[in-house]
């Protein structure tokens, strides 16, 4: 994953609402070993309003299949659907990088419901 440059260009109030940011709660993980670099395929649920969706994440090395099923998440969710290999990706999961430079998932601290948007 790219990182972003400390000077990017400033955006809006209005343009960061246009940017709808969701908690979902992770339902499966299969791998993903078509991928460039290591994945895992997710399933995560975001409640009645926006249903289940996938997600292609590269988080094998801090995360694994057990310690993510049934974990909360951040993803955005109105991003177009990305091809990914043989996978259509439908939200972006998003993560930080962890000193080595491997993604961190983003996550909530406590359990709050699916579906609820970041603010």
């Not at 997600?55 to 974990?71: C, K, R, W, Y």
Request: charged share 20%; no cysteine.
């Amino acid at each position: 994953m790219d990182q972003v440059s400390s000077t990017t260009a400033s955006i809006t109030f209005d343009d960061f609402l246009k940017v709808d940011i969701r908690v979902g709660r992770i339902v499966a993980v299969e791998p993903f070993p078509q991928a460039r670099k290591p994945a895992f395929k997710l399933t995560i649920d975001f409640g009645p309003e926006i249903g289940t969706k996938r997600s292609s994440a590269q988080i094998t090395v801090n995360h694994s299949p057990e310690d993510l099923v049934g974990s909360l998440v951040m993803a955005v969710v109105n991003f177009p659907p990305r091809q990914i290999g043989p996978f259509m990706s439908e939200v972006l999961t998003l993560g930080v990088p962890d000193a080595n430079g491997n993604v961190m998932l983003i996550r909530p601290d406590r359990d709050v419901p699916v579906g609820g948007r970041l603010y």
